[in-house]
């Protein structure tokens, strides 16, 4: 998210602004008045516009906090995928809304636009939480499905984005100017509590409900798409109370048509009879009024400037993907509260509220009364070295969360971990191609193993001949197994003599920060576990072997069992965060079937809490870059080019995204490399933005606020044979 203004929405709007004249209008019929709210000069239709924001925000961040683990859990993308698909979204909702705006400033008008564009935006919520039931179809309906509903959201909320604010903008008198720079205030809350409140509450709905036998997507997608069916019907309820203003045109496109005449008359005339002109885009003059000219110029002196700004936007909303994505593999237990991994990014709408004022009233006038010229481009160089440090803290974090993590099989690999269910020592023994010793270890009944052990292969598949040797008895057993995978050899009892099994570990079935755990049933009778789930894991008998079952952490005293005949508990103790536990089933003892617990996984290490850092210094980045960033923009161009900066400002975020997508699909680094990556390359642009800023001379306001009727540079030279596109002069 990115507050722009101080008084205005953190989100980007247009500006309607037409430099062609109208008409007069004819006298009408003096209007009735618009209904106030309790006797004040606030209209009563606002009302209706800024809870439609709330929920509509709601919606769209509520839907998009889990999007990354939806993604990676249930459409099983990998981890790049998964964050270029992200940021490909991200980038398709910033721009979509230079299509909103030319709907609504040519076409439509603000009213029906936002309407006809918010039923496409329910109609991707519907298609996207469709697409999130498992029992809906397989893979691939879940991915079009996916895809379609999230291509019909990014076109609902783009499009409705420019035109909701200036809609309430509308509704206020020309008089009541302190009353509706209020309004963009609360508007702006509206958006940060929508995104707070959501951004808190839909990692519960999917974390805490379980539906279909796991994570609950479809709740969690499903209710952000209620609330953008209240918010259409709370916005549709105002309507007649609505002051709708019809299209005025849209400035964008004439700025475009002025550029391109330009260039393309200058091309056309490269001889060297004919005068150069002052500017380039005096080369427009024989179509377009002085005026919009030189409003162009001053436009195209602060686009200069947003050439480095994309980087930052993608390290900013990194935030949903590779951050979440690294709150996974955290503890996210702090004692007084159990967070989710999505429900991190909740610091950063919590965090903005808090710094906007405190750096408004505090930092920036300690500053200056310490003498210091803390102009708007140094605030915005100083937020670019923020968000160039939180990546270098996020760096630090990856680093230390490898180092505590187990290792991972490389090629021509495996990991091996030994399991004796029989009554006594077992002496295993791993046999070479030429008879020799691999692995020779003794392990008595039940041992629990302190970690795996690594076995080379010669190919990519192998098979390994073992020896057990078990009293006075030895077997030879022989197992197939593939590189980069884990592997537990089971050892059994068979009558008087064992037998042995061997069992493939799943690599990552921890998932969201949970915990997994999977059964041997040593029992002659099937048993079903019912763990916190809809349907009860079924174990089958005689040293069966259930699949891994992800679980919520916490402590489980008792978990309720069933084989045919009989009811029992099971007491599985402490699950702890990101780790996976192997529970044996077993009847030795008197007391009554028990579970032997192993740890396979060892449990998440680094506190979740490690994250405030960066979330700290990128949204204090984001504070002193943004709102100042937008602010500064207004200052150096006209009032008439505000919506064009606005489509600009946008544009630099969507070209963000697509830089996080580009790297992610073809860097081909760790995740710690990537981190370092983005830091320097936020450094590197840091110290290229300064110089600009450095040589570039800000322009006063009362140089801005130029008549209409001012004249331009007067154009010296030979004006024969000078060709234009419609006229020959």
Known sequence: MNPFQKNESKETYFSPVSTE????????LPKKPSLKICGSNYPLSIAFIVVNEFCERFSYYGMKAVLTLYFLYFLHWSKDTSTSVYHAFNSLCYFTPILGAAIADSWLGKYKTIIYLSLVYVLGHVIKS???LPILGGHMVHTVLSLVGLSLIALGTGGIKPCVAAFGGDQFEQKHEEERTRYFSVFYLSINAGSLISTFITPMLRGDVQCFGGDCYALAFGVPGLLMVIALVVFAMGSKMYKKSPPEGNIVSQVFKCIWFAISNRFKNRSGNIAKR?????????????????????LTRVLFLYIPLPMFWALLDQQGSRWTLQATRMNGNLGFIVLQPEQMQVLNPFLVLIFIPLFDLVIYRLVSKCGINFSSL?????????????????????IKINEMAPPQPGPQEI????????????KVTVLGD???????????????????????????SKDFHFHLKYHNLSVYTQHSVEEKNWYSLVIREDGKSISSMMVKDVENITTNGMTAVRFVNT????????????HPLNVGEDYGVSAYQTMQTGEYPAIHCKTEDSDFSLSLGLLDFGAAYLFVITNSTNQGPQAWKMEDIPANKISIAWQLPQYILVTAGEVMFSITGLEFSYSQAPSSMKSVLQAAWLLTIGVGNFIVLAVAQFSGLVQWAEFILFSCLMLVVCLIFSVMGYYYVPVKPEDIQEPVDKQIL???????????????L
């Open 21 to 28: 004249e109208v008409p007069p209008q004819p006298h009408n």
């Open 130 to 132: 469709l697409g999130a």
């Open 278 to 298: 002052q500017h380039w885009l005096d080369w427009a003059a024989e179509k377009y009024p002085k005026q919009l000219i030189m409003d162009v110029k001053a």
């Open 378 to 398: 140094r605030k915005m160089a100083v937020g670019m070295m923020l968000a160039c440090l939180a990546f270098a803290v996020v760096a630090v974090v990856e």
């Open 415 to 426: 990991f091996l971990q030994v399991l004796n269910l029989a009554d006594d020592e077992v």
């Open 434 to 460: 030429e008879n020799n010793s691999l692995l020779a270890e003794s392990i008595i009944s039940f041992q629990k193993m302190p970690h795996y052990s690594k076995l080379h292969l010669k190919s990519k």
């Open 523 to 534: 029992l002659h009778k099937e048993v079903n576990v019912s763990l916190d789930t809809d």
């Open 714 to 728: 007067h154009i010296q030279g030979e004006m024969i044979n000078l060709e234009t596109k419609n006229t020959k």
